[in-house]
């Protein structure tokens, strides 16, 4: 009887359609008959079911200029995720200017092939600082690109499992792609780039804030991967602070103790707020206690270059491992290290280059508990961490250029990081997915030559 409940749960699972040439008055259920936007399939999606995204530009709705593209609210189950993916050979653009381009609540989730592409082009830095003096915010200045949201959801209703893969999220006035009291998240293979300019709540390219713990399973709960991550910055003051904060490639933010209050580093909870500042919660409201995040998070293979703040940080974060990524020229806004733990724990850094802009450095150590640091190459000695086998040295990549898409970040023939990292927390494939090791040890840095 179970085996038939369940054969039964999987068939009738449907294929959603969705085109920029479709009508919400028809069925959507094949191309012929889509639907023109994506909120109609969010509303009728269940476990299970797959909504094929065709071409098209899909826009903020007109009569909710400050809505969302896309709200994903429902969620599917562990055995029937919701996927939602561009069609074969379809390249569809959202393009927000509420607060944010998709917005998941839900969870059991795929997000596959989509671009979203903020109004940055048509925005100015002092338009922004003017706006940032209001004391209402307007969604134009902080729509984040894609947003895993838990703030408004119960304590055991916060979103988890949701995978986002094979996107382009670009040009965003606020952060790229955020989720806030989220678990269970992978990022891969994704390019994130010129995001969080002009938002007045410190922004990043990919950031995690406040992970709420869903269960206490083993193994990674967040993964970071194979993604290339460039020129994301904050031109507009935080809020909270009134000076330039964040703006980095990756940043894992606050993982131990109260998301707000308590920083003294203004890279710290810098929140990639959708909607409210901070300001405007009421001290009043009791807030339930944010369940101690027990789960590990990787970072791996991923180029983050040119950003304003880190190529990579953590902030009051535990149980990372930060393992063959390549990091290049970032903290030009704010000054940041180029990967940079700061009061965090049981940090694991092996494998990586790392390599600071004229001036800067390669990492900082304030407050930091337990971080294992070795097989790293970088052209500047630093004696903040220092590894046994690591190497100071020219990288010798191939092609340096600030469009990752169009740059080649791997190692030319004779770069001492071919052949020297280390076999401990091992990868299976570099960023292109080329096994591992390609000779007689592994590469550093995110490609295997």
Not at 146 to 170: A, F, M, Q, T, Y
Request: charged share 20%; hydrophobic share 35%; proline share 6%.
């Amino acid at each position: 009887m179970l085996f038939l409940a369940a054969t039964a749960s999987t068939s009738t699972a449907r294929t959603w359609h969705v085109s920029g040439t479709g009508d919400d008055a028809h069925s959507g259920t094949t191309a012929a008959t889509a639907f023109r936007t994506l909120q109609k399939a969010a509303g009728l999606i269940e476990p299970g079911d797959t909504v094929l995204i065709g071409n098209g530009v899909y826009q903020t709705p007109a009569k909710s200029p400050d809505g969302n593209v896309l709200t994903i609210d429902r969620s599917g189950r562990t055995d029937a995720w919701i996927v939602w993916k561009a069609a074969p050979g379809a390249h569809p653009e959202l393009r927000p200017t509420g607060w944010a381009g998709i917005a998941v609540t839900g969870s059991y989730h795929i997000i596959d092939g989509l671009s979203v592409i903020g109004a940055n082009d048509s925005l100015n830095l002092p338009d922004a600082l003017a706006d940032a003096r209001k004391l209402k915010p307007s969604a134009r200045f902080n729509n984040n690109g894609i947003l895993i949201d838990g703030r408004l959801r119960g304590p055991n209703e916060k979103p988890h499992h949701v995978i986002i893969r094979h996107c382009s999220v670009s040009k965003l006035p606020g952060g790229g792609i955020v989720a806030l009291q989220a678990d269970y998240l992978t990022v891969e293979d994704c390019h994130v780039f010129e995001n969080a300019w002009y938002m007045r709540y410190a922004g990043s390219g990919i950031s995690t804030l406040g992970n709420w713990r869903f269960d206490d399973a083993r193994g990674y709960h967040i993964v970071i991967q194979r993604n290339l991550v460039w020129n994301n910055k904050t031109l507009v003051p935080w809020e909270r602070t009134s000076k330039l904060s964040d703006g980095n490639g990756i940043i894992l933010d606050v993982t131990e103790g109260e998301e707000e209050g308590g920083a003294t580093n203004p890279a710290a909870d810098g929140a990639t707020s959708a909607k409210k500042p901070s300001a405007t919660k009421s001290a009043k409201t009791p807030k339930p206690p944010r369940p101690a995040w027990t789960g590990r998070a990787l970072i791996a293979n991923n180029i983050s270059a040119y950003n304003g703040g880190s190529g990579i940080h953590t902030f009051r974060t535990k149980h990372v491992d930060i393992i063959n990524n390549t990091t290049y020229w970032n903290g030009s806004v704010v000054g940041y290290q180029e990967l940079f733990p700061n009061r965090s724990e049981d940090i694991v850094i092996f494998n990586n280059i790392i390599v600071p802009r004229p001036g800067g450095k390669v990492t900082s150590n304030s407050h930091n508990t337990t971080i294992r640091w070795d097989y790293n190459l970088y052209p500047v000695a630093q004696t903040v961490f220092k590894g046994a086998h690591d190497l100071v040295a020219d990288p010798r990549f191939i092609d340096v250029q600030p469009d990752l898409r169009h740059g080649d970040f791997r190692l030319a023939a004779g770069s001492p990081g071919r052949d020297s990292g280390t076999d401990e927390l091992a990868l299976p494939a570099d960023l292109l997915g080329r096994p591992r090791p390609g000779g007689s040890a592994r590469d550093r840095g995110a490609y295997e030559q």
